[in-house]
Structures are given as C-alpha cells and as structure tokens.
C-alpha cells in the first residue's frame, strides 16, 4: 500500500511558477513509475508527465512540454512538478499517482493503483 500527498498548489498569474512536490509513504517507492496528472471543471482528468521507477525516463504531454519538469527523489520518497511560465488553461486539481510495475510512467489513468488527494493549481491572468 502507498499513500500519496500533494502539495505547494495554489494561486499565481500568469507566467509565474509554482512547484508541486508529492511525498510517498509505505514500502518501495523507487519501484513504482509516477505520473502527474490534471483535471479543470468540467473536464476529464489528463495525463500531465511521467517518470520511470529510476528517474532515467521521462515524457510530457504536449501542452506542457517546454515549461514542466518532472523529478523525483527516491531518497526522500518525493516526486516534484516544476511548472514555470504557468498559463490560465493549466488551471486545474493537479495529482499524483503510482504505477507498479517495470514501467516508463503510463499516460492512461487506469494503469496507475496509487493516487494522491490533489492540490489545486490557479493561474490568473
């Protein structure tokens, strides 16, 4: 069992960043693929990025490709979102989510057995 919690959400203007970390707790974090994902009101929740169990792997959805950075820490049981020149469309409930297995980090949300309550991310403009 993983537990996952996400935070540093919150409101910034447009071109601004914010930084999202999402800290794991139970065993073996560093097996588990981890995604980022979002989901706006009234809109399905979307793949954001991903990262391979060793850091070694990454991919972006093309809306944030350029300005997103996915990491992680296995050390700490930590995956960070580094967002910079923030747009109002990226407004959304941003989580995190665990994917077991040798994975790269699947785009699809049912692949994933573990996620996170969600921080909220506006961006005014």
């Known amino acids: 069992q993983v537990q996952l919690v996400e935070s540093g959400g919150g409101l910034v203007q447009a071109g601004g960043s914010l930084r999202l970390s999402c800290v794991a707790s139970?065993?073996?974090?560093?097996?588990?693929?981890m995604g980022w994902f979002r989901q706006a009101p009234g809109k399905e929740r979307e793949f954001v990025t991903a990262?391979?169990?060793?850091?070694?792997?990454?991919h972006y959805a093309d809306s944030v490709k350029g300005r997103f950075t996915i990491s992680r820490d296995n050390a700490k049981n930590t995956v960070y979102l580094q967002m910079n020149s923030l747009k109002p469309e990226d407004t959304a409930v941003y989580y995190c989510a665990a994917e077991r297995g040798p994975s790269l980090g699947s785009r699809f949300t049912h692949e994933y057995d573990y996620w996170g309550q969600g921080t909220q991310v506006t961006v005014s403009s």
């Open positions: 990262i391979s169990w060793s850091g070694a792997s990454t």
């Open positions: 139970g065993r073996a974090f560093s097996s588990y693929a």
